[in-house]
């Protein structure tokens, strides 16, 4: 097994010896320079590598049973594709939610004409393809792709819940937390991830629930923290509502391990692997249908409902007036967690559809 990539971090370059390769988590990697007309800072979203293209041209056939690409309207797809295509490999494609409803509609004039050139072809010779959800699954057959499509989670690891942080810990970090009840919101704030729709409706449910406080854990995007302050002040929430900016580690692990619900009321997602790991933590969740992960609601772990104020203020109300309820929601959560998004079962569903690709494209 062998992995290329780019050392594309950001506008920047990952510190990573060009062209060799080195041990990640055991496995072998290998980085390329990205190139962008001679730019030391280079666009974030582009992903040109010549030598990249010139290390996949010099495969020969028979190396590789398989050519996994994880790289949608980037060249590194483009390039990968064509290596599969002249050595008679056969490929799967990731698409990482770049097929939501809208991911597609982000920037769609420009996806349109990478798409007409270039996406469709990929996509279209894939020997497989694997989203993160239905709505993709949907909106690629919409598009005209053909290829045997599978949707698979991605993985988290579940935590030992005797090395957790305490609640004690939990309140060091945030003193007003002590001894309330509080619902958590782990993501970036970022417009389309219903902050718009969360904070009035905790604001609709502040005098009937006077104990329990919202916590808004993550980094800021593009300035939109500064417009939830201001819906927060608008609302005379500053001493209910905490926004915590980015948390990881023990911070994160101690609000996931004692918050009393999670929610994130998102208008899109690929696939949030936060709710994966709210579920391994236990926590009864509170998410949108266009989160795109069924398994709360099929599995009892939570409520699931539109992303509208009225919807989702009804959604809390129910969550946080029964503790009872929360408690099993808890309970059913750790199973869902286990049942579907531990690395274990991903590794089986992705070995699995592999070993269908190959046979496939042997019987050809």
Known sequence: MNTFTTDANGTGALQTPPGKPVSVDGLPVTYFRRWWFGRSKMPANLFFSPELGCKLRKLPPGEFDLFVVHASFCDPGRIAAAAAKRTGTPYICYTHGSFEPWAIN???WKKMVYWAFIEKRILNEAAGIVVCNQAEIEQLRRLGIKSPIRRIPWGVDLPNRETLP??????ELWPPLKDRPFGLFLSRLHPKKGLDLLVPAFASLAREFPDWLLVLAGPDEGGYRAQVEHMIRDLALED?????GLVGGEAKAALLAHADLFVLPS????????????????RPMVITPTCYVPEVAQGGAGLETPPEKEALTGALRDMMRDEAFRHQCSKRAYEVA?????WQSVAEQSLKFYQEVIEWHSLA
């Open 106 to 108: 982000h920037k769609h």
């Open 166 to 171: 305490t609640r004690r810990r939990l309140e």
């Open 240 to 244: 209910r509502v905490i926004c915590t």
């Open 267 to 282: 208008y899109s997602e690929g696939f949030p692997m936060v709710v994966a790991e709210a579920l391994g933590h236990g």
């Open 338 to 342: 286990r049942k579907y998004f531990t």
